[in-house]
């Protein structure tokens, strides 16, 4: 089986054929977002030990990677009204590469995102900030869209990854309201929006008197 027909039988939609007959194409699309999702986690994990070592403790709670999958890329830009095309997902997508960080407190969150920003490699395409400004749904995470090269044996490609930061409390609550999401014939949907939304509130009440206890334990400001 050459690498067309296995990406056309693992992801069975006919709106995959044009990746599908694009086999190669595709797959050094997704090797060059993987190589620079890396380059980003080891960042991040370089900012991790320096940090622990100077406070004695760690900033991140947990570190996940993922390459988003062929079928929730084509979701995704079907659902944005895209063309699906190799050199289509490069342009319009900018979460197919994705690290989400989960640290213990909102102040970290900040004192990471700030260092990683200032890297002279990386250029920061957008800040999201959806934690000052949270989504009507209640949702709350710190998005970055950066940009950083990768150096192949032939080029140097600038390539995006999305990297989310947000508390374990924020972590908990989006897992549970992505079920709801993509849960179909939910009978008391609007229900349950309400009861996450009072969740979220009451989550951010939970993170800012976990950060200012946090603070009076080692003499913050
Ligand atoms: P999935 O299935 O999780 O991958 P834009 O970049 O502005 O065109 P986009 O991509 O929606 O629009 O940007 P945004 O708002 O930064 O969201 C990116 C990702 O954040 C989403 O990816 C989700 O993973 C997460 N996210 C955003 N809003 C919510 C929310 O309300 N609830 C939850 N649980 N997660 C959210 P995907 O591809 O939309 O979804």
Known sequence: MNNAEKIKEY????MLDALAQNGRPFQEL???????????????DVLNNEFSLENDRNPFEAINCRIKTPQS???KMK???IEITVENI???LNDVAGIRVICSFIDDIYTLCEKLCLQDDITVVEIKDYITKPKPNGYRSLHLILEIPIFLSKEKKPMRVEVQFRTIAMDFWASLEHKLKYKKNIGNAEEISAELKQCAEDINILDMKMQKIHNKIFNLS
């Not at 992801?11 to 006919?14: A, G, I, K, T």
């Not at 997704?30 to 991040?44: G, Q």
């Open 30 to 44: 997704m090797m060059r977002y993987n190589c620079a999702m890396l380059e980003i986690k080891t960042k991040l």
């Open 73 to 75: 890329i084509v979701n």
């Open 11 to 14: 992801l069975n939609d006919e």
């Open 79 to 81: 659902r944005k009204g």
């Open 90 to 92: 490069e342009k319009n």
